[in-house]
């Protein structure tokens, strides 16, 4: 889930009615279980003026939307009951509050029961929430290499350099400092929340004046036709392989460990198995992650965007259902199983499962357009790695360039 960046007016009242619910129940979050050192950051934005980087009341409401949306869609398949245990609800986010804070109000909207003594937060330091496996040279230099390609896209563009000369001359700063603070993240906070661009009066230090959406729109232009390139030249994806490789084999293992336990015959673990995880993160930590996952034509993140991935379980077909498929001269196209396990890849809301490179040569089955969890899989610990010619992690990270 990717976080808004944006600010939340402290003093302001609370303009929407899922604000007051979530704000004093935030109140009682010293009752909740917190990792080092997100104990110590505000569960709500605490300071008297707007600060950049944090969440503003559309940023919270838009989580705590997103929260109710699943808890509806997931509702009649009884993933969570009302009175759920510990283990089965796993939540991370990175240092940041406006990561926390996202992954707070998604919670509090999704959770059938909020209860903060059954809450453990878990911190990631890395925005590519790599854990214990993030040591990789090879994924640093694509990454490098990757930054000289951007470079070199920008410098080329004489209409995005004019666009930097006049609003660095308008807000009376020099063209390189604008240029390096990427006005881009700026302007689309404005812009979402309805607002006008930055003005600054005339004087000594600047001509004065408004930033445009004709400005917005060139350095927007841009940021596009960097994403054709980036697809075009393709080293962005062998980063995205790697950078992602621990966080998708963590989330690989924890499927695969549910689909196991859900075996005919197994006894059920006590208080449950985990089967919600939700990792709060930023635009750099979803953008690589759609990448990884094949779907090149995916949008950069906007606020508030999430991927989601399900678990689904064939259910068993009786031998009447069977004929009266027949009967109608209906054809199955499914080979599968009773009981197998499938996966299906939402990206806001969208069906992507098709477009991932793990499943678009999968034949989609007429009653359940999912795709066997196998295929993720062997993407994962084995395909995948041929994008960067290795067959394994280990030995892609620290395989010498050349």
Same mark, same amino acid.
């Given at each position: 889930m990717f976080d808004p960046i944006l600010f939340f007016p402290f003093l302001r009242q609370p303009s929407h009615p899922l604000l007051n619910p979530f704000i004093n129940h935030m109140d009682q979050g010293t009752r909740g279980h917190w990792e080092s050192p997100l104990g110590s950051i505000s569960r709500l934005p605490n300071h008297s003026v707007c600060e950049m980087g944090e969440l503003t009341q559309t940023g919270v409401v838009q989580h705590l939307r997103n929260g109710q949306l699943l808890h509806h869609a997931y509702k009649h398949h009884s993933l969570l009951p009302s009175d759920w245990s510990p283990r089965q609800v796993w939540m991370e986010s990175t240092g940041k509050s406006r990561t926390l804070q996202s992954g707070m109000a998604f919670l509090y909207g999704f959770l059938p029961d909020f209860d903060w003594t059954k809450v453990t937060v878990r911190h990631q330091w890395s925005t590519l929430f790599c854990g214990s496996a993030c040591e990789c040279p090879a994924r640093n230099r694509y990454l490098e290499e990757e930054q000289r390609r951007q470079y070199r896209l920008r410098v080329a563009d004489s209409n995005l350099e004019r666009t930097y000369v006049e609003m660095a001359r308008t807000l009376g700063v020099l063209t390189r400092q604008l240029r390096a603070a990427n006005p881009i993240d700026s302007l689309l @906070? %404005?812009? @979402? %929340?309805?607002?006008?661009?930055? @003005?600054?009066?005339?004087?000594?230090?600047?001509?004065?004046g408004c930033l445009t959406m004709a400005q917005f729109a060139v350095i927007r232009q841009q940021q596009l036709d960097d994403e054709v390139d980036r697809r075009r030249v393709g080293v962005y994806r062998k980063y995205a392989i790697l950078a992602m490789y621990p966080y998708l084999n963590r989330t690989a293992n924890k499927m695969e460990r549910v689909a196991k336990a859900t075996e005919a015959g197994r006894q059920p673990r006590l208080n449950g198995e985990e089967v919600f995880t939700l990792s709060s993160g930023h635009d750099v930590t979803m953008a690589p992650l759609l990448s990884a996952l094949g779907l090149e034509e995916a949008k950069f993140p906007r606020f508030a965007a999430r991927i989601v991935f399900e678990m689904w379980k064939s259910l068993h077909t009786t031998?009447?259902?069977? #004929?009266?498929?027949?009967? #109608?001269?209906?054809?199955? #196209?499914?080979?599968?199983?009773?009981?197998?396990?499938?996966?299906?890849?939402?990206?806001?809301?969208?069906?992507?499962?098709? %477009?991932?490179?793990?499943?678009?040569?999968?034949?989609? %089955?007429?009653?359940?357009?999912? @795709?066997?969890? #196998?295929?993720?899989l062997t993407f994962v610990r084995k395909d995948m790695f041929t994008i960067v010619n290795a067959t394994s992690y280990k030995e892609a990270c620290y395989k010498q360039s050349g």
């Open positions: @906070c %404005h812009l @979402c %929340h309805s607002l006008s661009f930055p @003005c600054v009066p005339s004087g000594d230090s600047g001509a004065g031998q009447g259902q069977a #004929k009266n498929r027949a009967g #109608k001269g209906e054809r199955s #196209k499914s080979n599968s199983k009773d009981g197998e396990v499938f996966i299906r890849v939402l990206y806001n809301g969208e069906d992507v499962t098709f %477009h991932t490179a793990f499943c678009h040569s999968n034949e989609r %089955h007429i009653s359940q357009p999912l @795709c066997p969890l #196998k295929n993720f």
